[in-house]
């Protein structure tokens, strides 16, 4: 299995998510289960059925944020370089379509969330900024079209 790079921040929320799946959800699926279970036939209980799915669900991310973990190498500043886009960089770019200016930070899969301005590096976008410096122009094929960006400025949090 390969390394996942997170930030400290993406560590930690992973480990909140998973201290709630276990300490707080899982119980009371569990007892959802259990009070379903003594409606009697198994075959026809339908609130059976849901929470043992729900269950299901809950193991499943459970076991998936666990193995994450597992594999979480923390992403330190001082081993990406200053001068192009890495994983952990805040990009500020110049939209050379719409004359309007972006900024995102790349990060790994687990830690994605565009409404935050978090991007995926294996992403689209991602993909087409990393390894870029400040003044490149790059022109990114997504699903709706073509993206032409200038990267203005890289910085590190």
Do not use: C, W
């Amino acid at each position: 299995m390969s390394e996942v790079y997170l930030s400290r921040d993406g560590i930690s929320k992973l480990q909140e998510e998973l201290k709630e799946l276990k300490t707080s959800e899982r119980p009371i699926v569990r007892a959802s289960l259990q009070r379903a279970r003594e409606f009697g036939d198994l075959s026809e209980n339908a609130e059976y059925a849901a929470a043992k799915e729900r269950l299901m669900f809950l193991e499943q991310r459970i076991n998936r944020l666990e193995e994450t973990l597992s594999r979480a190498v923390l992403l330190e500043n001082e081993n990406i370089p200053d001068d192009k886009v890495y994983i952990g960089a805040t990009v500020q770019l110049q939209d050379l379509a719409k004359s309007g200016e972006l900024t995102y930070t790349l990060v790994s899969p687990e830690e994605a969330d565009f409404e935050e301005g978090k991007i995926s590096t294996v992403s689209p976008i991602g993909k087409g900024l990393l390894g870029k410096e400040e003044g490149d122009e790059v022109e990114i094929t997504v699903p709706a079209g073509t993206l032409h960006y200038k990267v203005l400025k890289i910085s590190r949090d």
